[in-house]
């Protein structure tokens, strides 16, 4: 129901994770040193994989496109959370928090469509290696990634082009360091069934699409691994592998909870602790999982490490 005779609010006030100025400056160090592990790690990872030609195969062309990814949903609130650590007004307008969720959306639920079609990679690598060139040509590859980019694009679009006709005339204080769809939900002075029947359906219909990908993709996988005789020919086979299953693991553990949750399960604490972990943590622990337990990319990173030393 509209409320009617009440002031429009044009912009929030995101109360972040503490009030404490001295808890807001260790916690302004933290995240800073965080998103330039990430910044470097990920780019790091970019330019090795276009750098070796070794890499230039379906599996690190989907890795470069994690990392570009992990450096967009990075950055799509650290650095305006960065910015509120140190500043006296901790706000965002109106339509910039939308914005913000736009891309939030974007490129989270890329990343979830970009860890499935890796997870079929491996798959086709491990179940059925002779076909592995056909099934992972270099147009199938390039239609996987465009096709996550497309859909996911509609998914963030349709979500705030709803978000868009919301009316806010306070409170305007949102209990998070940024700016997402469930707690602004919670601000609207209309009517916000719409919007969360669209967030629901959005979510568990992208979400039934590449999780069971993923699942049944390493269902697969592992019971190829345990039909191998040999136990170094088992060990060779998961270490390929065992690197992204605990990318999956980190990330779909966190990232589906708080928008399929009931709406009368409330917890800012535990919101928050989640949204650290998928949106923060997990694009700076993507390439450091990547680079301790791949062989070709530690070896690749060395090549580059060498050459670099040379050239001094």
Same mark, same amino acid.
């Given at each position: 129901?509209?409320?009617k005779?009440?002031?429009t609010?044009?912009e ?5 994770l503490?009030?404490?100025p ?6 302004f ?12 790690g990920n ?9 070796d030609?070794h890499? !230039? ?8 496109h ?13 650095p305006n959370?960065?910015r509120?650590f ?9 339509n910039?928090?939308i914005?913000?969720?736009?891309f939030f959306?974007?490129?989270a ?5 970009i860890?499935?079609a ?12 002779l076909?592995y ?7 199938i ?5 465009s ?7 509609l !998914? ?11 009316h806010f005339?306070g409170?305007?204080q949102?209990s998070h360091?940024?700016c ?8 609207s ?12 359906t ?6 039934s ?6 699942l ?6 592992i ?9 170094e020919g088992?060990r ?7 690197s !992204? ?5 980190l ?12 709406s ?5 604490v535990?919101?928050e ?15 450091i999982?990547?680079?301790l337990?791949?062989k070709e990319?530690?070896?690749a990173?060395?090549k580059?490490?060498?050459?670099f030393?040379?050239l001094?």
């Amino acid at each position: 129901m509209k409320m009617k005779n009440q002031s429009t609010v044009t912009e929030f006030i995101l109360l972040g994770l503490s009030s404490d100025p001295q808890m807001q400056l260790f916690l302004f160090l933290v995240f800073l040193v965080i998103y330039l592990i990430t910044l470097g790690g990920n780019i790091v990872i970019m330019v090795v994989i276009r750098a070796d030609s070794h890499l !230039h195969i379906p599996m690190y062309f989907f890795l470069f496109h994690l990392s570009f990814v992990d450096i967009c949903y990075s950055s799509v609130t650290v650095p305006n959370t960065l910015r509120n650590f140190l500043a006296e007004r901790k706000t965002i307008s109106v339509n910039g928090c939308i914005t913000q969720i736009f891309f939030f959306f974007l490129s989270a639920v890329t990343e979830a469509f970009i860890l499935s079609a890796m997870a079929y990679d491996r798959y086709a690598a491990i179940c059925d290696p002779l076909r592995y060139m056909e099934r992972m040509s270099k147009g199938i590859c390039v239609q996987l990634v465009s096709g996550a980019w497309a859909i996911n694009f509609l !998914h963030a679009l349709l979500n705030t082009v709803f978000a868009l006709k919301l009316h806010f005339c306070g409170p305007n204080q949102i209990s998070h360091f940024s700016c997402e769809l469930p707690p602004l939900l919670q601000l609207s002075c209309t009517e916000t069934l719409t919007n969360q029947v669209v967030l629901l359906t959005s979510t568990v219909i992208l979400g039934s699409i590449s999780f069971p990908f993923s699942l049944i993709s390493y269902i697969l996988i592992i019971s190829t691994i345990l039909k191998i005789r040999s136990a170094e020919g088992r060990r060779k086979a998961f270490s390929t592998c065992s690197s !992204h299953l605990i990318v999956v693991i980190l990330f779909y553990l966190t990232a589906f909870f708080p928008y399929t949750k009931p709406s009368s399960v409330s917890s800012v604490v535990l919101d928050e602790m989640f949204s650290i972990q998928y949106s923060i943590l997990t694009p700076m622990l993507n390439p450091i999982i990547y680079s301790l337990k791949n062989k070709e990319v530690k070896t690749a990173i060395g090549k580059m490490l060498g050459k670099f030393k040379f050239l001094r």
